[in-house]
């Protein structure tokens, strides 16, 4: 099982900006794709932003214009630039491998409010 630690979460208010990191323990230049998830409180973990091995990018209709996805393989590493931040975004975020669904991480809180 291939296990990532995210981190970058914190308390911001509406229109800020964070950046996300996830870090796997082993090379991520070989997995088919990495994604960032989120699940808010008492909804269903939902998938917003994908990076193929190509380096193409899929971004949910939520997030798409404010969210972006980018890695550096070198670092094993796997980012989510977030910005425009709004209350609806507030959630624990994820990586994991959509097409090899491993075990979940721990997550990083983010928070909007004013």
């Known amino acids: 099982q291939v296990q990532f630690v995210e981190s970058g979460g914190g308390l911001v208010q509406p229109g800020e900006s964070l950046r996300l990191s996830c870090t796997a323990p082993?090379?991520?230049?070989?997995?088919?794709?990495v994604g960032w998830y989120r699940q808010a409180p008492g909804k269903q973990r939902e998938l917003v932003a994908r990076?193929?091995?190509?380096?193409?990018?899929h971004h949910a209709d939520s997030v798409r214009g404010r969210f972006t996805i980018s890695r550096d393989n070198s670092k094993n590493t796997v980012f989510l630039r977030m910005n425009s931040l709004k209350p609806e975004d507030t959630a624990v975020y994820y990586c994991n491998q959509p097409y090899a669904q491993q075990s979940w991480g721990q997550g990083t809180q983010v928070t909007v409010s004013s």
């Open positions: 082993v090379s991520i230049d070989t997995m088919l794709a």
């Open positions: 990076i193929f091995r190509d380096g193409a990018t």
